[in-house]
Every structure is written in C-alpha cells, then in structure tokens.
C-alpha cells in the first residue's frame, strides 16, 4: 500500500480548486497532475532516501507543519519558516537540472500546460518533504510512523506501488528514481543530492 502517496492525495483532494487557482489552471487538469507529480517526487528522493542529508534536512526543516497549516500555505499566508517553503530550493538539489525533464514529462501525462507545471512541482515540494517529517516524527516510529531506518525501503515501496497503480507514469517513475550523477548542479564537490539538500535546508542558517 502507497501509505504516503494516499495520505497525500487525501489531504491534497480538498485542495484542489486552491492549488489551481495558485497555479492559474484548470481545476481537473490540476488534479490529473498532482496525482502523478507526488508519485513522481517521491521516486526522485527514493533513489539517496538512505543518505544522511535527506534525514538532516526532514529533523530540521521538515517537522510537518506545512501539513498543519496546509490551507494558509496554499493561499500564502502560514506562519512557517522560509526555509520550509523553498520548493524552488527543494527541487533544485534533488532534480537540478532535470526539472524540466520532469515538468515536460507530467504535462505530457496529465495535459496541464508546462508553465503550470513549473509553478505546481515547488508548490508541492515543500508538502511531501512535511508528510515525511510528519510520519518519520523527527526518525522515531512512535505514533504509527516510521523510522528514518526505514526510510529507503518506505521510499521504494512507494515507487513500487505506484508503479502498479499507474502503469501510465511508470517511465516517469523510473526515470526520476535514480540518483543524480556528477555534472548535474549542486553534486560538485562530491557531496551529491542530498549533502546539497543538507547544505541548504539543514547547515549554516546564518547564510
């Protein structure tokens, strides 16, 4: 069972007509479209998920309160830090410069327009990267959540599931769950996605 993707699509079907309001597009188009951008999202983090940046960033910057405050992030208005609404920063050290691949891929899946899609990946980000601090519980599995332990495995599993249950996205899927290579941007100095992801979302706050 996808526990994570159906968790997410749940709190997000309620929320459709303001995301597509945020994003200036049509209400169904945006639905299609979220449903295959999680999925996609998730496969992207599944490749590093046992990398200690991953966990660095969801301990300090991903408590789930994004969730909590789901509707004031969606109209602007949340009380939350910067650092846990940075989609744009989020996307950049984990697709880089495969985000437009990625975009081209779900706008080709769902028929949403790739502007759109470029304003709905950040939109989104920062809501997958809460419902992991959220059922992580900062790494302890207390209170029916999991452990950073099991994070890759969590991870994988989704990947699977999704696999199964939309078949249309499977490529899509595949693709994205691969670690980013050398070359692409925030990998120099060897320290690959998720030592970006640490960098900025769990260093030096100073900066």
Known sequence: MAELTDALNEILSGQTGQISRRIGADEERTRVAVQSAIPALMAALSGEADEPGLRNA???????SVID????YLEGSAQLSPRTTNGAGILDHV???RQGEMAQAL?????????????????LAPILMGMLGKKTGGGSSSGGGF????????????????????????DVLDS??????SGSRGDQGGG??????KDMLGGDRSR
């Open 95 to 97: 697709l880089g410069d």
């Open 147 to 170: 452990s950073f332990d099991d994070l890759g495995s969590i991870l994988g599993s989704e990947k699977e599931d999704a696999r199964r249950n939309n078949p249309d996205i499977g």
């Open 107 to 123: 706008s080709a899946k769902s028929g949403l327009d790739l502007g759109s899609i470029m304003k709905l990946l950040p939109l």
């Open 192 to 197: 690959g996605i998720l030592d970006s992801i």
């Open 176 to 181: 994205f769950a691969k670690p980013r290579r």
């Open 69 to 72: 405050q789901l509707s004031q």
């Open 58 to 64: 969801i301990q300090q910057d991903h408590d789930g």
